[in-house]
């Protein structure tokens, strides 16, 4: 099972941009679907990117399509979101998490019981 370490948060003002990072520890890092979800203050934890396992494929939550990008380098062990024109409501805690579903199913899920490993977090937090 890998570990995962986020890096990479901060403050930020309004339009800027900052770039997440998540170091996996484990030599199966290839084997995982790979996602980041956030959550603010008083809400639920929510889905924002995914990855499939060799990163040709993608999936976005609404609220940040067109400005987050997720990507995965597996030589690495490492999953990142860059984050543009990010928006005070993008602020939150936001997580890297694995999922280790077969290559026999669809990799596309959004669902945060889905995801068996978490990493720590780490803030984000948007002025205006």
């Known amino acids: 099972q890998v570990q995962l370490v986020e890096s990479g948060g901060g403050l930020v003002q309004a339009g800027g941009s900052l770039r997440l990072s998540c170091a996996a520890s484990g030599r199966t890092f290839s084997s995982y679907v790979m996602g980041w979800f956030r959550q603010a203050p008083g809400k639920e934890r929510e889905f924002v990117a995914a990855i499939s396992w060799g990163g040709s494929s993608t999936d976005y939550a609404d609220s940040v399509k067109g400005r987050f990008t997720i990507s995965r380098v597996n030589a690495k062990n490492t999953v990142y979101l860059q984050m543009n024109s990010l928006k005070p409501e993008d602020t939150a805690v936001y997580y890297c998490?694995?999922?280790?579903?077969?290559?026999?199913?669809?990799?596309?899920?959004?669902?945060?019981?889905?995801?068996?490993?978490w990493g720590q977090g780490t803030q984000v937090t948007v002025s205006s």
């Open positions: 998490a694995a999922a280790d579903r077969p290559k026999t199913t669809p990799w596309r899920t959004k669902a945060p019981n889905e995801f068996g490993v």
